[in-house]
């Protein structure tokens, strides 16, 4: 089994910065594809970015692209997610997620985390 505990979610205004971190225990994740959802009230969970276990390839949404930067670091079990120039519609719960393979659709990841919340006003 693999615990995730998402962190550094907040209150922010338009074009600030935060960055998420999500950290796994449990298990080593250094050899999963990770990932991050967000969802916001009344909408599906929506695909954000994800990252393969060695970090080399990414991909993002057409939303974020540009703006948020997912990396890891696995001497850490440690998932991250710079957010740049952050918009009122970024405002979700973003959940950090582990799954055998990077994909875009949350049904892939049979591991999740609780989700931070992250509030962008205008």
């Not at 990932?35 to 949404?61: C, L, M």
């Amino acid at each position: 089994q693999v615990q995730l505990v998402e962190s550094g979610g907040g209150l922010v205004q338009a074009g600030g910065s935060l960055r998420l971190s999500c950290g796994a225990s449990g298990r080593t994740v250094s050899r999963y594809a990770m990932a991050w959802f967000r969802q916001a009230p009344g909408k599906e969970r929506e695909f954000v970015a994800h990252i393969n276990w060695s970090g080399e390839n990414t991909y993002y949404a057409d939303s974020v692209k540009g703006r948020f930067t997912i990396s890891r670091d696995n001497t850490k079990n440690t998932l991250y997610l710079q957010m740049n120039s952050l918009k009122p519609e970024d405002t979700a719960v973003y959940h950090c997620a582990v799954g055998a393979f990077a994909a875009t659709v949350p049904s892939s990841y049979p591991y999740w985390g609780q989700g931070t919340q992250v509030t962008v006003s205008s």
